[in-house]
């Protein structure tokens, strides 16, 4: 049972990724680009560092994607005024109007997806599937805190064995 929990969620993350690449076509912007935009709408301003938090990328590809906003003219870097070495990311207007009309784009097609299907098992669906994702997010902390106990133990074990 639990197999298929994971295989119609990566399903189901695979489908709505290539159905909103599909429906960002029109707006030329790729599913990164729009999950960066959207990030940065709901945190600005943001560093890259602070960017990465929210999604699941490298730095690498993060900083490309960056960089093919700015050019476009969605998004502006300003340097932070204590720290000359970061940059602070925010949306600019031409973005912010570009992501109210893709919302209005995703909405309609978030409503196709739940098409006869009653309030009351939206939220029952809603309910069960946040605490998965909960069970997720404890799971994920248990193995990492188990990941930083075995690491200091083998510091401590190399401490030992190094002799003075």
Known sequence: ???????????????????????LERFD???????VLKVIKQHQPLSAKEILVHLDTDKAT???????????????????????RVLHVRLTRTSSALLEAIEVKETECTDSLTHNIKNRELKNFFNV????????LRKIDEIEQEQRRQSKEKENDNDEETPL
């Open 1 to 23: 049972m639990s197999s298929r929990i994971c295989e119609l969620v990566s399903k189901s993350a695979l489908y709505h990724k290539r159905l909103m690449t599909r429906m």
């Open 29 to 35: 912007v790729t599913y990164a680009q729009y999950q």
């Open 62 to 84: 993060l900083s490309g994607v960056l960089s093919r906003l700015e050019q476009r003219g969605y998004i502006q870097r300003d340097r932070d005024r204590s720290d000359k």
């Open 129 to 136: 599937f946040e605490r998965i994702i909960n069970n997720q």
